[in-house]
């Protein structure tokens, strides 16, 4: 496997930035456990451990890791992304169900890097509003357009 150059997801409390640095202050260990997954930064960019246990309480994001273990799923999933264009409706259309699991796979990932604020969180019923759509194209540097491709 290939050492990820950007993260999976756009998470809220990521840790794609701080990731080297608190490996870095890991110690030597067998077993590691990320019990509040999220974008899992710190778990994929890390030395392999002899066991490694990821969870998170969101189910869609379980989804994703799961389809990215699967050599045909994940490879599925790329195609899909790739043909994905960054677009208002494609980020609301994130927010419908399904029962694709590389459909729902790849709608948190839009969800996630098409909305600002990274609330791509799919438990609406709890009060999760949808965030607003990234068309900012003021800032300088890349536009999220751009980042998307």
């Known amino acids: 496997m290939n050492a ?8 809220h409390g990521g840790k794609w930035l701080l990731a080297p640095w608190i490996i870095e202050h890991f110690p030597a260990h067998r077993i590691y456990v990320e019990p509040f997954g999220g974008a899992a930064s710190v778990l994929l960019r890390k030395p392999r451990a002899y066991a490694e246990v990821y969870n998170d309480l969101d189910g869609d994001v379980v989804n994703l890791f799961r389809v990215l273990q699967d050599p045909l799923g994940g490879g599925e999933l790329m195609r899909r992304l790739e043909l994905t264009p960054f677009a208002r409706a494609e980020f609301e259309l994130g927010w419908d169900a399904t029962d694709d699991q590389v459909e729902r796979a790849r709608r948190l990932i839009i969800r996630a890097f098409m909305g600002f604020g990274s609330n791509a969180h799919s438990d609406m019923g709890r009060g999760h509003k949808t965030t607003g759509f990234r068309a900012n194209s003021s800032r300088s540097g890349t536009t999220p357009a ?4």
């Open 146 to 149: 751009h980042d998307w491709s």
């Open 4 to 11: 990820p150059t950007r993260p999976v997801l756009r998470w």
